[in-house]
């Protein structure tokens, strides 16, 4: 099978990248089957490719067969993750998007956009141009239009022209053979790929001898590629640095528009036409009467230097006060001279670097980047939170903040704007108010969230920040903002293991109880896709509806899955050990990994590597069986139990682990604790080992009345009894 096959059915894995929703957008118009999936999934743009009519796949865990694989190349990076994909699917070739990029070009006339700085604008300008001309054509941008009036990637059967964005980072573009190559610039970057510039340039070299009718060259471009001279149709007469990327960028447009044009014995355009703009390049906001906020995606120095020397020439009254963020520690480390010399002519703030996943590395740091910026004298610091940036900003008419950068930096850009324009609130107001903008309305967000409301001990004070996530993306866009303003942060399920202090939580502490956590997916042969947020009840009733054995130990366990998986809950001889999997998870980084049964390491009530990780979901595996009747009697049979032995009062279920070869319950009622009462906080009477409370009761109190269990139980049995529950 290959693309034009009708019934081609394709997997974009990293759907919602900038490259990669263009491509799922062009392959759905040509008639392929496609389906996409990402990790970090970007609502906006999951809306526009199930416009466009891809198949939207929240988990690849669903037994589905597919022609292609075609991944983003952020992908390649994770090893693990591309082991993964492997395994799950076995025979299916996979292609990496700029190889998948350079088949369809073969298969069209096809002019490639490539270079280092202005490749997105200069395509979209150039379509733009060609579009308002009438001219038919299939497209293939790396970004969407601002007005949203055309599509980003588009299939017009009765052209064989195409117009394409090329990436040179991942070197893909070593399979193109275009017919004509437009070339915007070069700088060297991408070291991983490219050794120094030399070899950068021949590969652009190597790029145009294969094109088949030549190249147009942007201003820019080094000395060596106007060596090809034969095949070089046009080259600048400006030399780069007295022109701003935008005004190169039009020019290129309109004269390549021209070109292909002419080869269709069509007139010439005299000018541009009127441009919308592509998305998440650069946005400026009024702060006040001559206050400005400018937002650019500028990442190397060369972009830096051309976005200064266009402000000083538009905005020439303004005093420029910039903050930046480096991005990737090898680009850092490999350009940082020249990004200390690019930035050191106006006062710059320094925000932490953004790694994109890179391992750690000094040398490329925002620390080492100071340095260098000192060494050359320059007015700069170095700010590791957002609230230490917005006291160094300087306010005042005439003044030009400008935010560079392609990491996080957006984020401290918005919180920036919403201290600015709120002055009289206070950090805890600007945090509602930055989230609510940030997530919309669809998450729930509150500050002084009484958290005895929300576990089931019923005791502790209030969460200085609460929220609950509509969905996958709110919650990492939650993390990511805790991340930068250095907030803790807890996840919790339905409380029922916690205990929360009298004094509250001075945090964050996230609920997953959205709909969107609950979902719970049969997969076929006893397995199930499930959420976070899935209450074990229901897991265990629809296990039972699918006559599914090995979940019916769930019953009366009042959690829920992420929090039953974090400390291996389990009743009767049986554990969520027996019926995970696999598990998937955000660490710290908000990197989304998948760790499998083995390499979590459960043991009684422990599983150890998902310590320090959040837990997104999971898929379990239990027996089919041919008649449900047994796993109805077995829940029964628990219910009863629990009826019969557990107390109704407010608790957190058994409140110490058992011994080996024991039970805490046991030891306690020997020890004669039943009863015991501190405050509201008692050993209850009908199982020893459940603290229960009653209203009014004071997280202290529970304190304590462990505390006393604790002691006594080892005086007399000479065991220390461990703590089952979690405290926040
Ligand atoms: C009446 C009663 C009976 C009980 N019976 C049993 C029993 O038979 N067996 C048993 O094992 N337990 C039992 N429990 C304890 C409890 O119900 C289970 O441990 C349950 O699995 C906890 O789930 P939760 O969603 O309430 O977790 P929470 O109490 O909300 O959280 C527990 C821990 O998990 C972490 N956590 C929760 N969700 C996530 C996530 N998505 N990612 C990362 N970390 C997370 C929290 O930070 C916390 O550290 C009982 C409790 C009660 C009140």
Not at 16 to 21: H, N
Not at 32 to 55: F, I, K, M, S, W
Not at 442 to 465: C, E, F, H, N
């Amino acid at each position: 099978m290959d693309l034009g096959d009708p019934g081609y059915r394709v997997l974009l894995v990293g759907a919602c990248g900038m490259g990669m929703a263009p491509l799922a957008i062009y392959l759905k118009q040509r008639g392929v089957d496609v389906h996409g999936c990402d990790d970090y999934p970007v609502p906006a743009t999951r809306d526009r490719l199930r416009q466009a009519g891809v198949e939207w796949l929240d988990h690849l865990h669903a037994p589905l067969h597919f022609d292609a694989v075609i991944l983003s190349r952020a992908i390649a990076y994770d090893a693990r993750r591309m082991e993964w994909l492997h395994r799950r699917f076995p025979d299916t070739p996979f292609h990496f998007r700029g190889h998948f990029l350079a088949h369809i070009a073969s298969h069209h006339k096809t002019v490639i956009i490539a270079g280092s700085h202005g490749k997105t604008t200069t395509t979209a300008m150039l379509v733009n141009n060609l579009i308002s001309r009438g001219f038919p054509l299939s497209y293939v941008m790396g970004g969407f239009f601002t007005d949203n009036q055309h599509p980003a990637a588009a299939f017009d059967s009765r052209s064989p022209w195409m117009v394409m964005e090329v990436d040179e980072s991942d070197r893909t573009i070593e399979s193109f053979t275009p017919e004509l190559s437009v070339i915007t610039n070069l700088d060297l970057d991408h070291v991983d790929h490219y050794r120094d510039e030399a070899e950068l340039t021949e590969v652009f070299a190597q790029l145009i001898d294969r094109s088949r009718q030549g190249a147009v060259l942007g201003a820019g471009c080094p000395a060596g590629l106007g060596q090809r001279q034969s095949k070089i149709h046009k080259q600048p007469a400006r030399p780069a640095t007295t022109a701003t990327f935008t005004e190169t960028n039009r020019q290129l447009s309109l004269d390549v528009a021209n070109w292909i044009l002419a080869q269709n014995g069509l007139s010439a355009m005299t000018g541009s036409a009127a441009f919308p703009g592509v998305e998440r390049r650069q946005e400026l906001r009024q702060l006040g009467a001559n206050h400005w906020m400018l937002c650019d995606y500028a990442h190397h120095p060369s972009e830096i230097k051309a976005l200064a020397t266009w402000l000083s020439t538009t905005y020439p009254d303004c005093h420029q006060q910039w903050v930046f963020q480096p991005h990737r520690y090898s680009r850092t480390k490999a350009l940082r001279k020249d990004f200390a010399l690019a930035l050191s002519k106006h006062p710059c703030l320094l925000i932490p670097e953004y790694g994109a996943f890179e391992p750690s590395d000094d040398e490329g740091s925002s620390s080492r980047l100071l340095q260098d910026l000192i060494e050359l004298g320059a007015d700069a610091a170095l700010c590791s939170h957002p609230e230490t940036l917005f006291e160094k900003l300087e306010p005042g008419n005439h003044r030009i903040w400008v935010f560079a950068g392609a990491g996080d930096i957006p984020l401290w850009a918005s919180w920036i704007e919403q201290r600015q324009r709120c002055p009289g609130d206070t950090a805890d107001q600007i945090w509602l108010a930055f989230h609510r903008k940030l997530l919309g309305e669809s998450s729930l967000l509150q500050l002084q969230m009484p958290l005895s409301r929300k576990i089931t001990l019923k005791v502790g004070g209030a969460a200085r920040y609460y929220a609950e996530p509509a969905d996958r993306h709110a919650l990492q866009l939650l993390l990511k903002s805790a991340r930068c303003l250095q907030i803790p942060v807890r996840l919790i399920g339905n409380g029922s293991n916690l205990l929360v202090e009298d004094e509250g939580f001075s945090g964050l502490v996230i609920r997953l109880n959205a709909p969107q956590w609950k979902q719970l997916e049969p997969l076929g042969e006893g397995r199930f896709y499930a959420g976070a947020g899935l209450p074990l009840k229901i897991l265990s009733r629809s296990a039972l509806a699918h006559a599914v054995k090995g979940f019916a130990f769930l019953e009366g366990i009042p959690g829920t899955l992420g929090g039953a998986l974090w400390m291996n809950a389990g009743a009767m001889g049986s554990d969520m050990s027996m019926v995970v999997e696999a598990v998937e998870c955000l660490d710290r980084n908000g990197k989304v990994c998948f760790l499998t049964k083995d390499e979590i390491g459960f043991s009684y009530r422990k599983a150890p590597a998902l310590r320090e990780l959040w837990i997104l979901g999971a898929t379990l595996k239990g027996i089919p069986v041919d008649d449900p009747s047994s796993i109805q009697e077995e829940m029964d049979r628990m219910r009863d139990h629990r009826l019969s032995t557990q107390p109704s009062e407010p608790s957190a279920g058994c409140m110490f682990k058992n011994p080996q070869g024991d039970s805490a319950g046991r030891l306690i009622d020997l020890a004669g604790l039943k009863g015991l009462k501190i405050g509201g906080a008692r050993v209850s009477e009908k199982h020893a080992n459940f603290l229960v409370t009653e209203r009014h009761t004071r997280a202290a109190d529970i304190r304590a009345l462990i505390h006393q269990v604790k002691s006594r139980v080892e005086q007399i049995h000479h065991i220390v009894l461990e703590q089952e529950i979690d405290v926040l």
